[in-house]
């Protein structure tokens, strides 16, 4: 393995060298003439004339003016719902293999995201481009031996119809390259267990047989499979087990959050790299250790754009205005936070994926993901949205025959747990902890994503019932200091702290 190792790390160090400075620019601009060119004949392809597109002097300006943008359920309404009913070359050429599940920010379920062989193909190429850039990381050769853990999501997907169907961590992993297999644990055997504390209790218990060096995936997975580990073999710290791990791959949810608890089940410091994989392609990846930024894949099978996050271009359910402008690469400044805007070689189409970013370096196109256009809570992987709070609130009204017309909530971590504090503005005198207990089971029962954290990383719910007039005061005091005027439904924890503090001085 020491010699497989050195050629390894000679590989990436020689593609590395030979690698020319990239354009992302360019590239973006090859990436959309390549997949208009590749769909111009299916139904999306047709109906929005890709063909006349590609015959334009600008095909960027002329795609920003021909389509309109999507969110999930009108490119699901109008389009997907015909590739799930059987017919093919809908939005891309053929039919998708797999379907992504993901948390809907509407309705009662799960989103069901297309994902082709192109894509499959896209995000390998990005992974691989991740990994090259492991040679600008300070590692030693015989971290190239090591074996890489992937926590995510099973890999014994679910058939429904003709698709294949799971969580996009769990495609992937179905479709690792052969050779990387005897790299990668826990294994296929173990990574199809579905029951998750009965994966993870297989993982303590073969701990001690593998050479991990890597770790990939959640924080909040990792961090939990890391304590059953340890306390499996009553050890100190995960290093005594694996002696040889120095770099953890985070992605799924902010890991900043984490980070002191996470470091406390180490021996040593390791190196932390970030990730920007989500249901609908593998966005960004960081590739230098000077930043904590990620750099954009702009090679790889989706095309960018960038709406500018200002309050006159969305709507009040979180989608776009038509109207809104968008920006290209060559376009945008450092700073700005920017709704972005993704097309894809699954089909995907001036799609609204729902978060906000901002540049960090524009001419690297690295970035930092800044928040959600519809205030989503994900610190904990709930993968929790305003509209799912709402309902939740709608459901606490019907019960219990009460208003609750403002709200706001924070994931706080108290005690070592995170729990989500919300205060409910509401004139009713309903018990806190009965109204703490409905709107749990109502998010448990309307949101899978939800209904994990609770058994896992989210240890409970704290409600407390205000004076709605105390919202208003908020958001007119803060507006006096250039705040927003209208009240943030989810706030990060030291807003949330000032909150509270104004609530007290009442």
């Known amino acids: 393995m020491a010699i497989l190792g050195s050629i390894i790390k000679g590989a990436i160090d020689l593609k590395d060298s030979l690698t020319t400075s990239s354009n992302p620019v360019e590239e973006q601009e090859n990436v959309l003439r390549t997949m208009l060119d590749t769909a111009k004949d299916t139904s999306f392809g047709i109906y929005y004339g890709f063909s006349k597109i590609l015959e334009e002097d600008n095909v960027g300006e002329a795609y920003r003016k021909a389509i309109p943008y999507h969110d999930y359920n ?30 809907g920010t509407t309705g009662k379920t799960s989103k069901r995201i297309p994902v082709t062989e192109d894509m499959v193909a896209a995000i390998r190429t990005t992974s691989i481009a991740q990994v090259s850039a492991l ?17 995510g ?8 119809d003709e698709f294949l169907e799971g969580e996009i961590s769990g495609i992937t992993a179905s479709n690792i390259p052969f050779w990387f297999k005897g790299f990668y644990k826990p294994g296929e055997e173990i990574a199809k267990i579905d029951n998750w504390d009965e994966r993870v209790k297989t993982i303590a218990e073969n701990a001690k047989s593998w050479d991990i060096g890597a770790l990939s995936g959640i924080p909040s997975w990792m961090e939990l499979m890391l304590k059953e580990v340890i306390a499996y073999h009553n050890v100190d710290n995960i290093h005594d087990i694996w002696p040889n791990l120095q770099v953890f791959t985070s992605g799924g949810v902010a890991f900043q959050p984490y980070e002191k608890s996470f470091r406390q089940l180490l021996g040593r410091d390791i190196t932390i790299i970030d990730t920007y994989l989500a249901s609908e392609g593998f966005m960004a990846y960081q590739s230098r250790p000077e930043t904590a930024s990620m750099k954009l894949s702009t090679d790889a099978g989706v095309y960018f754009e960038f709406v500018p996050f200002k309050p006159e271009y969305i709507n009040e359910d979180g989608s776009l205005s038509q109207d809104a402008p968008a920006l290209t690469l060559n376009e945008v400044e450092t700073g700005v936070d920017y709704v972005l805007i993704i097309s894809t070689v699954s089909g995907a189409w001036r799609y609204l994926i729902g978060d906000t970013i901002a540049f960090t370096d524009v001419e690297r196109a690295e970035i930092k993901i800044t ?55 509401t004139t009713a005198t309903t018990s806190e902890k009965d109204l703490a207990q409905a709107l749990d089971e109502s998010l448990k029962n309307a949101n899978k994503n939800y209904g994990v954290a609770r058994g896992k990383s989210l240890k409970g719910v704290k409600v407390t019932t205000i004076d709605p007039n105390v919202f208003h005061e908020w958001s007119g005091a803060n507006k006096k200091k250039g705040g927003q005027v209208k009240m943030e439904k989810v706030m990060g924890e030291e807003k949330f702290a000032d909150f509270e503090a104004f609530i007290n001085k009442q």
Not at 80 to 94: D, S, V
Not at 135 to 151: G, I, N, Q, R, S
Not at 153 to 160: A, G, Q
Not at 394 to 420: M, N, Q, V
């Open 135 to 151: 040679a600008h990381y300070d590692l030693p050769t015989d971290f190239f031996d090591k074996e890489v853990m992937a926590l």
């Open 74 to 103: 009108q490119m699901n309404d109008m389009w997907w719902k015909r590739i799930k009913e059987g017919l093919e070359n809908i939005t891309w050429p053929g039919k998708p293999h797999y379907f992504a599940l993901s948390s």
């Open 371 to 425: 928040g959600r256009t519809k205030f989503f809570l994900n610190v904990v992987g709930s993968q929790l949205s305003v509209n799912k709070m709402e309902d939740a609130l709608r459901d606490l009204e019907e019960k219990f025959d009460i208003k609750i017309p403002e709200f706001t909530l924070s994931a706080k971590k108290i005690d070592g747990e995170f729990y989500h504090c919300w205060y409910l503005g």
């Open 153 to 160: 999501s099973s890999t014994d997907l679910v058939e429904n």
